[in-house]
Nanobody, 121 residues
Protein backbone atom coordinates (compact mmCIF):
# COMPACT_ATOMS: atom_id res chain seq x y z
CA UNK A 1 0.00 0.00 0.00
CA UNK A 2 1.40 3.36 -1.05
CA UNK A 3 1.52 5.83 1.82
CA UNK A 4 2.69 9.43 1.96
CA UNK A 5 2.66 11.16 5.33
CA UNK A 6 3.47 14.86 5.63
CA UNK A 7 4.71 16.57 8.76
CA UNK A 8 6.40 19.79 9.84
CA UNK A 9 3.63 22.29 9.26
CA UNK A 10 2.83 25.01 11.73
CA UNK A 11 2.73 28.75 12.28
CA UNK A 12 5.65 31.02 11.44
CA UNK A 13 6.18 34.76 11.19
CA UNK A 14 6.63 36.50 7.84
CA UNK A 15 10.21 36.02 6.74
CA UNK A 16 10.56 32.88 8.78
CA UNK A 17 11.53 29.38 7.70
CA UNK A 18 9.99 25.95 7.94
CA UNK A 19 10.88 22.45 6.79
CA UNK A 20 8.22 20.02 5.70
CA UNK A 21 8.80 16.29 5.50
CA UNK A 22 7.04 13.52 3.63
CA UNK A 23 7.60 9.94 4.73
CA UNK A 24 6.98 7.53 1.87
CA UNK A 25 6.35 3.80 1.95
CA UNK A 26 4.74 1.04 -0.07
CA UNK A 27 6.68 1.63 -3.29
CA UNK A 28 10.18 2.00 -4.64
CA UNK A 29 10.73 5.60 -3.61
CA UNK A 30 13.98 5.99 -5.53
CA UNK A 31 12.24 5.14 -8.82
CA UNK A 32 9.71 7.97 -8.71
CA UNK A 33 9.66 11.70 -9.15
CA UNK A 34 8.09 13.48 -6.20
CA UNK A 35 6.31 16.80 -5.83
CA UNK A 36 4.88 19.30 -3.41
CA UNK A 37 1.46 20.77 -4.11
CA UNK A 38 -0.38 23.36 -2.07
CA UNK A 39 -3.88 24.73 -1.73
CA UNK A 40 -4.37 28.16 -0.23
CA UNK A 41 -7.69 29.21 1.31
CA UNK A 42 -10.23 29.86 -1.42
CA UNK A 43 -7.87 28.77 -4.18
CA UNK A 44 -7.22 25.67 -6.24
CA UNK A 45 -4.35 23.23 -6.15
CA UNK A 46 -0.98 24.66 -7.13
CA UNK A 47 1.99 22.50 -8.02
CA UNK A 48 4.99 24.29 -6.54
CA UNK A 49 7.95 21.94 -6.77
CA UNK A 50 9.19 18.67 -8.26
CA UNK A 51 12.32 16.61 -7.81
CA UNK A 52 13.33 13.74 -10.05
CA UNK A 53 14.01 10.26 -8.79
CA UNK A 54 17.75 10.76 -8.50
CA UNK A 55 17.48 14.17 -6.85
CA UNK A 56 19.66 15.92 -9.43
CA UNK A 57 16.92 17.86 -11.19
CA UNK A 58 14.34 20.15 -9.62
CA UNK A 59 11.51 22.45 -10.60
CA UNK A 60 9.92 25.36 -8.76
CA UNK A 61 6.94 27.48 -9.63
CA UNK A 62 7.41 31.21 -10.10
CA UNK A 63 5.56 31.87 -6.87
CA UNK A 64 8.18 30.14 -4.71
CA UNK A 65 11.33 30.23 -6.85
CA UNK A 66 14.49 31.19 -4.93
CA UNK A 67 12.68 30.85 -1.61
CA UNK A 68 11.93 27.13 -1.39
CA UNK A 69 14.21 24.13 -1.82
CA UNK A 70 13.12 20.57 -2.50
CA UNK A 71 15.34 17.66 -1.49
CA UNK A 72 15.03 13.94 -0.97
CA UNK A 73 16.77 11.24 1.00
CA UNK A 74 16.24 8.02 -0.88
CA UNK A 75 17.87 5.95 1.84
CA UNK A 76 15.26 7.24 4.30
CA UNK A 77 12.49 7.31 1.65
CA UNK A 78 11.72 10.87 2.69
CA UNK A 79 10.95 14.02 0.71
CA UNK A 80 11.60 17.50 2.11
CA UNK A 81 10.55 21.04 1.35
CA UNK A 82 12.70 23.76 2.88
CA UNK A 83 10.75 27.00 2.95
CA UNK A 84 12.54 30.29 3.51
CA UNK A 85 11.39 33.90 3.64
CA UNK A 86 7.78 32.90 4.04
CA UNK A 87 5.28 35.45 2.87
CA UNK A 88 1.70 36.21 3.94
CA UNK A 89 0.50 34.60 0.70
CA UNK A 90 2.19 31.27 1.45
CA UNK A 91 -0.30 29.93 4.02
CA UNK A 92 -1.87 26.79 2.60
CA UNK A 93 -2.21 23.11 3.06
CA UNK A 94 0.88 21.50 1.62
CA UNK A 95 0.65 18.06 0.06
CA UNK A 96 3.29 15.54 -0.88
CA UNK A 97 2.40 13.76 -4.12
CA UNK A 98 4.01 11.16 -6.36
CA UNK A 99 4.29 12.06 -10.03
CA UNK A 100 3.83 9.56 -12.85
CA UNK A 101 5.24 10.67 -16.19
CA UNK A 102 3.84 7.62 -17.96
CA UNK A 103 0.26 8.85 -17.65
CA UNK A 104 -0.20 11.12 -20.63
CA UNK A 105 2.22 13.99 -20.10
CA UNK A 106 2.30 13.29 -16.39
CA UNK A 107 -0.08 13.12 -13.47
CA UNK A 108 -0.17 12.94 -9.70
CA UNK A 109 -1.13 9.40 -8.78
CA UNK A 110 -0.74 9.27 -4.99
CA UNK A 111 -1.23 11.96 -2.36
CA UNK A 112 -0.63 12.45 1.31
CA UNK A 113 -3.13 14.02 3.67
CA UNK A 114 -1.26 17.32 3.76
CA UNK A 115 0.14 19.53 6.49
CA UNK A 116 -1.02 23.06 7.30
CA UNK A 117 1.27 26.06 7.08
CA UNK A 118 0.25 29.39 8.57
CA UNK A 119 2.13 32.69 8.27
CA UNK A 120 1.23 35.32 10.82
CA UNK A 121 2.85 38.14 12.76
Amino acid sequence: EVQLVESGGGMVQPGGSLRLSCAASGFTFSSNDMTWVRQAPGKGLEGISLINNGGDSTYFSDSVNRRFTITRDNAKTTLYLHMNNLRPEDPARYYCARFDWDTGYGAYDYWGQGTQVTVSS
